[in-house]
C-alpha cells in the first residue's frame, strides 16, 4: 500500500512539473501577443508588465518572480485537491517546485545565463538578447520550444557572456 501511495504522488508530482512548465511557456507566449491579436482586443493590457520587463531586460529577483508566479496561479495550485487529498498536496508541492525552479531559472538567466548547464542554451537570455518576439519563450526548460518549434539557436556566447563571473547560487534572491 505505501508503495502505491508514493507511487501516484510521485506520479502526480512529476505531472504537476510538466504541466506547470507547459502552462508558463504558453502564459509567456501570450505575453508577447501583438496588439492586433484578437487576444488583445479583449484584454488591451495584457502584456504590459512584461514590455516593461523587456525594455529593463532585469528580473525581479527570485523571490519577487516566485511570488508573481505563484499569487496568480492559486486555483491551478489546488486543482488536485478535487481528485483527492494525496494528488492535490503532490500537485501543490510539484507545481510551487516548479514556481521556484522557473523563478531561479529567470533570475539566473538574466544574470549568468552560462550557469544553465541544463540547457545547450539559455533560452530566456537569447530571448532577451536579440529581441525575439516569437522565440525561445521557456524560463526553467526549453523543451516546449522544441515541441512547438519556437526554439531558434544562434550563437550566444560573445565576449560579455565570457566576461561574466558568479557561480550558480549567485543571483538576485530578493
Given at each position: ?45 495584457i502584456g ?89 519563450f521557456g ?36
Open positions: 500500500m505505501a508503495v502505491e501511495k508514493i507511487s501516484e504522488f510521485s506520479a502526480w508530482f512529476v505531472l504537476a512539473f510538466i504541466v506547470s512548465s507547459f502552462t508558463e511557456y504558453w502564459l509567456h507566449r501570450l505575453l508577447h501577443v501583438s496588439p492586433k491579436h484578437p487576444v488583445r482586443r479583449i484584454f488591451p493590457k504590459e508588465v512584461h514590455r516593461n520587463h523587456h525594455v529593463r531586460n532585469e528580473a525581479q529577483g527570485v523571490l519577487g518572480e516566485f511570488i508573481d508566479y505563484v499569487k496568480s496561479a492559486i486555483p491551478y495550485l489546488l486543482l488536485m485537491f478535487v481528485v483527492s487529498k494525496l494528488a492535490g498536496i503532490a500537485w501543490l508541492l510539484g507545481a510551487v517546485f516548479y514556481a521556484v525552479f522557473a523563478a531561479y531559472s529567470h533570475q539566473l538567466q538574466h544574470e549568468n545565463p552560462k550557469a544553465c548547464f541544463w540547457m545547450k542554451m539559455p533560452v530566456h537570455y537569447v530571448h532577451h538578447k536579440y529581441n525575439q518576439w516569437n522565440h525561445n524560463l526553467g526548460v526549453d523543451w516546449w520550444d522544441w515541441v512547438f518549434r519556437t526554439y531558434k539557436p544562434v550563437e550566444w556566447i560573445e565576449e560579455k557572456e565570457l566576461s561574466q563571473s558568479g557561480g550558480f547560487w549567485e543571483v538576485k534572491w530578493r
